[in-house]
């Protein structure tokens, strides 16, 4: 069974830095897309970026797009997002998800959460301003 835990979480000020980890057991990262999306309270569900485990290409949404990164660590088959200048808007419950394998374009896998096979249960970030 594939699961999906995120950490790294947790109360940042405004200009700080959280990373977050995506820690996949029962899957190896072959021929896979992770993602990471976000949800704020009365929000929908929005995604933030993704990264191919075939290539390593990278794809970002606008708003974070310059301030995140999202990276493989292969040897313990996890996933990391670092946020640096974390603003106040980027307050969310944040998750990761996986396609596998991958068979979506990534603007697509961004824009259509019904694309993602499995999910994790989420992470709080909150940024005070």
């Known amino acids: 069974e594939v699961q999906l835990v995120e950490s790294g979480g947790g109360l940042v000020q405004a200009g700080g830095s959280l990373r977050l980890s995506c820690a996949a057991s029962?899957?190896?990262?072959?021929?896979?897309?992770i993602g990471w999306f976000r949800q704020a309270p009365g929000k929908e569900r929005e995604g933030v970026c993704c990264?191919?485990?075939?290539?390593?290409?990278?794809y970002y949404a606008d708003s974070v797009k310059g301030r995140f990164t999202i990276s493989y660590d292969n040897a313990k088959n996890t996933v990391h997002l670092q946020m640096n200048s974390l603003k106040p808007e980027d307050t969310a419950v944040y998750f990761c998800?996986?396609?596998?394998?991958?068979?979506?374009?990534?603007?697509?896998?961004?824009?259509?959460?019904?694309?993602?096979?499995?999910w994790g249960q989420g992470t709080q970030v909150t940024v005070s301003s």
């Open positions: 990264i191919s485990s075939t290539d390593g290409s990278t």
């Open positions: 029962g899957v190896s990262f072959d021929d896979h897309a």
């Open positions: 998800a996986a396609e596998v394998p991958r068979r979506s374009n990534f603007p697509l896998l961004l824009g259509l959460r019904l694309l993602w096979d499995y």
